[in-house]
């Protein structure tokens, strides 16, 4: 059974910083993209951001560009999202997405991943 697990989240003031972390398990799931997507209220989901599992390619959305940053550990089976400068609009449901197939077209598409972390609330305080 493959299982994304995401924690981190919580509630900060606009300027501070969270760190968010995806733990993978699941013996069938080898990953070979992993990505965070968001979702605020009222919004459609959207991408974030995405690193390859074996190599060091990474791509951000213009809106977090810059303030975000992504990162894995292959040893501990982990993605992280380094969130600074955290500002109101960043305030969602954040999710982990991984997928097994390379296809760069496709990265930025919510339904390229077919496996999903339960999500994670990010509230910023104005």
């Known amino acids: 059974q493959v299982q994304l697990v995401e924690s981190g989240g919580g509630l900060v003031q606009a300027g501070g910083s969270l760190r968010l972390s995806c733990v993978v398990s699941g013996r069938t799931f080898v990953p070979y993209i992993m990505g965070w997507f968001r979702q605020a209220p009222g919004k459609a989901r959207e991408f974030v951001a995405h690193v390859t599992w074996g190599g060091t390619y990474t791509y951000y959305s213009e809106s977090v560009k810059g303030r975000f940053t992504i990162s894995r550990d292959n040893a501990k089976n982990t993605v992280y999202l380094q969130m600074n400068t955290l500002t109101p609009e960043d305030t969602a449901v954040y999710y982990c997405?991984?997928?097994?197939?390379?296809?760069?077209?496709?990265?930025?598409?919510?339904?390229?991943?077919?496996?999903w972390g339960q999500g994670t609330q990010v509230t910023v305080s104005s």
């Open positions: 997405a991984g997928g097994s197939r390379n296809d760069p077209t496709r990265y930025l598409s919510d339904n390229f991943y077919p496996y």
